[in-house]
């Protein structure tokens, strides 16, 4: 069984900033992607930051400059460092990976439960 525990969600007022955690663990054989995804009220869920194997990383335009991502291979954890807040970055953040259980095992797509983070004054 694999899981991926979030912390770091909270209340944050505009300008300031919050980091996310996600730890993968369970049987992981390898890690194709993993990272951030948030879904707004009303809204589709959307990419925020990822990695992809092989060291690319990935952010949506509304967040560069701004977010952050990093990892640790050794924890299987990503990091999301969330800098000069908006309200707009209101929303439910889901960590994601894509990952294979076994070498001879398709690679699937596993979600967190979501963390709730919000920007307000």
């Known amino acids: 069984q694999v899981q991926l525990v979030e912390s770091g969600g909270g209340l944050v007022q505009p300008g300031g900033s919050l980091r996310l955690s996600c730890a993968a663990s369970?049987?992981?054989?390898?890690?194709?992607?993993m990272g951030w995804y948030r879904q707004a009220p009303g809204k589709e869920r959307e990419l925020v930051a990822r990695?992809?194997?092989?060291?690319?990383?990935n952010y949506a335009d509304s967040v560069k400059g701004r977010f952050t991502i990093s990892r640790d291979n050794a924890k299987n954890t990503v990091y999301l460092q969330m800098n000069s807040l908006k309200p707009e970055d209101t929303a439910v953040y889901y960590c994601?990976?894509?990952?294979?259980?076994?070498?001879?095992?398709?690679?699937?797509?596993?979600w967190g439960q979501g963390t709730q983070v919000t920007v307000s004054s």
């Open positions: 369970g049987t992981i054989f390898s890690i194709n992607a």
């Open positions: 990695f992809i194997s092989g060291g690319t990383t």
């Open positions: 994601y990976a894509n990952l294979r259980k076994s070498a001879g095992y398709a690679s699937y797509n596993y």
